[in-house]
């Protein structure tokens, strides 16, 4: 028998488990915390800032956040969508930099019949893609391996943006 070994899932388990929701917005929270190896955020801009998935579908899943808090994308001003468009196109060089993937995912989830789990804070999800990079764990065991360290993801990034 192999096992897999990722222990910072059992907190996502439960968290669920619990019941319990922390009040107010999350995206509103860590960005005014100022935490932002704890909060996993690796750059602040003007409008918006970028955050790595605590529980991503793959290695380095990032989300780019605008600080605006709101759940309507027409809401969104242009000089937000600006900057939220350019920090997507540099988070994809900081990924093709440090883990060459072979094509992206990018989206948001706007609502809950359409998949968001925070639905009420507009965000992206950049998730690297590579050939082969799916297997039967996901279809036959609903398990989804993460290999990397999200740590050493989170300085990788940090370095990037700083430059």
Partial sequence: MKRLFSPWRSVYIQSFQSGKKSK???FCRIAKEHDDEKNLIVWRG??????MNRYPYNNGHLMVVPY??????GKLTDKVNLEVMNTVARCMQALD????????NF???IGRAAGAGIEKHVHFHL??????DTNFFPVLADVKVVSEDIQKYWHNFTS????
Avoid: I, Q, Y
């Fill in 97 to 104: 930099k440090n883990s060459k993937p072979n094509g992206f």
């Fill in 160 to 163: 990037f943006f700083k430059r």
């Fill in 24 to 26: 107010g917005c999350l």
């Fill in 68 to 73: 605006m808090h709101t759940s309507s994308m």
């Fill in 107 to 109: 989206g948001a989830n």
């Fill in 127 to 132: 998730v690297p893609r590579w050939n082969g």
């Fill in 46 to 51: 003007k409008e918006c800032f970028v955050v």
